[in-house]
Nanobody
Framework: QVQLVESGGGLVQPGGSLRLSCAASGSIISMVVMGWYRQAPGMQRELVAR???????NYADSVKGRFTISRDNAKNTVYLQMNTLKPEDTAVYYCNTHPPVYDYWGQGTQVTVSS
């Protein structure tokens, strides 16, 4: 049973930075495409960034140039470095495979960008 546990969220002022982590229970991180998703109140969950097995990355236009996804296979962990945060980045952030597997959704980590 794969478990993905997100951490690193919090309250940050506009322009600030956060680094999210997603720890996997097994070695799935190195085997599949991994993604970071987010869901704001009243909105559908959306893909923010993804990273392939070979390290190729894609980003949503709204975060391009500000967010960086990376992966540490030895630690079975995927990261999301978020810089120059904006209020519209406020959401619960989740990691999952891409495309996502329903049973892999975790609790997510709340990111709130506010002054």
């Amino acid at each position: 049973q794969v478990q993905l546990v997100e951490s690193g969220g919090g309250l940050v002022q506009p322009g600030g930075s956060l680094r999210l982590s997603c720890a996997a229970s097994g070695s799935i991180i190195s085997m599949v495409v991994m993604g970071w998703y987010r869901q704001a109140p009243g909105m559908q969950r959306e893909l923010v960034a993804r990273i392939t097995r070979g390290g190729y990355t894609n980003y949503a236009d709204s975060v391009k140039g500000r967010f960086t996804i990376s992966r540490d296979n030895a630690k079975n962990t995927v990261y999301l470095q978020m810089n120059t945060l904006k209020p519209e980045d406020t959401a619960v952030y989740y990691c999952n495979t891409h495309p996502p597997v329903y049973d892999y959704w975790g609790q997510g980590t709340q990111v709130t960008v506010s002054s």
